[in-house]
């Protein structure tokens, strides 16, 4: 984008900062630690996180399911709303429509 529109003075100093800053934000989330971990929910729609990195709590009917990811929320024992973005590519596809199917249950129960 920058060596496409002509820039000067000043604005060379912003575009250093933004790409600056974009570069320490991209640096610090591909350093940041992986960690598997196993989803259970229950019938009833508990949703419970093994190892527990994540609270457990009961599925909550804006939970989104599109072609591509699956927004999951919840909320915790304390009414704290989470929230976490699963892909299509971080499950077998398989398990992606099994969970899908489950969400949906849950948002017409």
Do not use: N
Request: aromatic share 16%.
């Amino acid at each position: 984008m920058f060596l496409l529109l002509p820039l000067s003075g000043s604005r060379y100093a912003i575009a250093a900062v933004i790409l600056s800053l974009w570069f320490y934000i991209f640096l610090h989330a591909w350093r940041a630690p992986y960690h598997s971990m196993i989803l259970y929910i229950s019938a009833e729609g508990s949703v419970h996180w093994q190892p527990a990195y994540r609270a457990a709590g009961q599925l909550s009917s804006r939970s989104l399911v599109t072609q591509w990811l699956i927004q999951l929320c919840w909320q915790d024992q304390h009414q704290k709303k989470h929230v976490v973005w699963i892909f299509s590519d971080q499950l077998s596809s398989a398990d992606y429509r099994a969970l899908a199917r489950h969400i949906q249950l849950q948002r017409w129960r």
